[in-house]
């Protein structure tokens, strides 16, 4: 389907208008999964192609959404992951990342981390697809800055000088790659994966129940052994309650 719509629209609005997707992070990963929309996305891009386009492709870039669990803006491991082990082209990612913290569930990263993490990237990539930011219109509140276009101006000012002089990108540690992306519901995470639910598979059930951990389970087919875990839970906590009513 997606596919089919990415066709319709070049066949339309020809090969001068801007086709762009914006999927979670994780599925840009060789295996991240489908993410939420329910297909695999490298193999639709392999094929949605055509000669008349700039690059070959129907899409010109994917806006990738390096937050809620999805991503990680915070050092240059994600991207990093998903240029080698995705097998993208650095010209084609742009890093999505919040604005400010007030919009979407974690994953906000302060100004001053984001300069440097966008620096490190166009300093070891030289056609790195730069970032965009979800939204515009409270952008920088959550750096103490007054006017949306002074954040976007922060940003743009580290763009600048891409190509103009040398930045070292920082070491990666040697598990760097193995480190996923902080979830706006760790708890819940580690519950779902203790009874053998994928990491991404509970990335996305969380995200569609908003942290709703029993949900999640019945999405994942886990949800009986959640109600066991949290029926535990509920006993042990009762037990205590109930030891100390007696002192």
Not at 9 to 17: N, Y
Not at 51 to 63: A, D, E, H, I, Q
Not at 132 to 146: C, F, K, L, M, S
């Amino acid at each position: 389907m997606p596919l089919r719509l990415l066709r319709q629209l070049h066949a339309d609005l020809g090969p001068d208008f801007i086709l762009t997707m914006a999927p979670v992070a994780s599925a840009l990963l060789g295996s991240g999964g489908n993410g939420l929309h329910g297909f695999n996305q490298k193999q639709m891009d392999d094929q949605a192609t055509d000669s008349t386009r700039p690059n070959g492709k129907l899409v010109s870039w994917y806006n990738a959404q390096f937050y809620n669990g999805w991503g990680d803006a915070s050092t240059t491991n994600m991207y990093d992951r998903i240029i080698s082990e995705g097998g993208w082209a650095a010209d084609r990612i742009v890093m999505g990342v919040l604005t400010n913290p007030g919009d979407g569930g974690s994953g906000f990263v302060k100004l001053p981390t984001l300069k440097s993490v966008v620096g490190s990237l166009g300093a070891k990539y030289a056609s790195f697809g730069c970032a965009v930011g979800w939204e515009y219109w409270a952008a920088g509140t959550g750096d103490g800055i007054q006017y949306p276009w002074q954040w976007v101006k922060a940003l743009g000012d580290v763009i600048a000088m891409f190509g103009k002089e040398q930045v070292q990108p920082p070491a990666a540690s040697s598990n760097a790659t193995m480190a996923e992306p902080p979830t706006p519901w760790p708890s819940a995470m580690q519950t779902l994966e203790s009874v053998g639910a994928g990491h991404w598979d509970s990335v996305r059930a969380l995200n569609m129940t908003d942290g709703d951990t029993k949900a999640a389970g019945d999405i994942l087919g886990v949800g009986q052994l959640i109600d066991d875990i949290l029926g535990q839970a509920e006993g042990i906590v009762s037990g205590v309650l109930d030891g100390l009513a007696l002192v």
